[in-house]
């Protein structure tokens, strides 16, 4: 059973902005701590941002700035604003909660001219 879904990746140009969104069942949302991590073509996975159920946010140092993250409650699902974007952010994002018990299957972000 799916229980996360990412949507909203695509192509954009440099300094252009996206913003991905997740959806996730209740019972996970009201429970988890929801972010994002991103995996470049022979990269690490990266730790992007995270918020919590109190809303604390975290972000990484390459994003901050730029990314904004945000939980809608009543919809269940957390956003990523993604502003300023640059070529390095190409990767495929993933949903996440925190700590990693649920995943999803990833959105292809790819910033290019």
């Known amino acids: 059973q799916v229980q996360l879904v990412e949507s909203g990746g695509g192509l954009v140009q440099p300094g252009g902005s996206l913003r991905l969104s997740c959806a996730a069942s209740?019972?996970?949302?009201?429970?988890?701590?929801m972010g994002w991590y991103r995996q470049a073509p022979g990269k690490e996975r990266e730790f992007v941002a995270r918020?919590?159920?109190?809303?604390?946010?975290t972000y990484a140092d390459s994003v901050k700035g730029r990314f904004t993250i945000s939980r809608d409650n009543a919809k269940n699902t957390v956003n990523l604003q993604m502003n300023s974007l640059k070529p390095e952010d190409t990767a495929r994002y993933y949903c996440?909660?925190?700590?990693?018990?649920?995943g999803g299957q990833g959105t292809q972000v790819t910033v290019s001219s």
């Open positions: 209740e019972r996970i949302f009201s429970i988890y701590a």
């Open positions: 918020i919590s159920t109190e809303l604390i946010t």
């Open positions: 996440s909660t925190f700590p990693t018990r649920y």
